[in-house]
């Protein structure tokens, strides 16, 4: 069993700072890639930011200089500093990884999170 639980959502205003925790605890081998994604209403749900085992981050252009993705291997934690929020980055986040199971597998699965809300009012 895997879980991947986030933490840090909440409602700040624009203008403001908010800093999103997903932690993936139980049967982990290994962590490839995590990531956030969010789906705000009506829409589809879209990357926010990837990170690699070895740190190698990918962000989507229009958050480039405004989120930050962080991940801390020894904790399988992934971390994500949203500065300047804008009332458009109002969305549910959610945390993705890729868990190894064990050894001698190549691949990682893809795990979700339930979700953490993000609120910006303007």
């Known amino acids: 069993q895997v879980q991947l639980v986030e933490s840090g959502g909440g409602l700040v205003q624009a203008g403001g700072s908010l800093r999103l925790s997903c932690a993936a605890s139980g049967n982990i081998f290994s962590i490839n890639t995590m990531g956030w994604y969010r789906q705000a209403p009506g829409k589809q749900r879209e990357l926010v930011a990837a990170?690699?085992?070895?740190?190698?981050?990918n962000y989507a252009d229009s958050l480039k200089g405004r989120f930050t993705i962080s991940r801390d291997n020894a904790k399988n934690t992934v971390y994500l500093q949203m500065n300047s929020l804008k009332p458009e980055d109002t969305a549910v986040y959610y945390c993705?990884?890729?868990?190894?199971?064990?050894?001698?597998?190549?691949?990682?699965?893809?795990?979700w999170g339930k979700g953490t809300l993000v609120t910006v009012s303007s």
């Open positions: 993705n990884a890729e868990i190894v199971l064990g050894p001698g597998i190549p691949y990682g699965i893809p795990y």
């Open positions: 990170i690699t085992s070895d740190g190698s981050t």
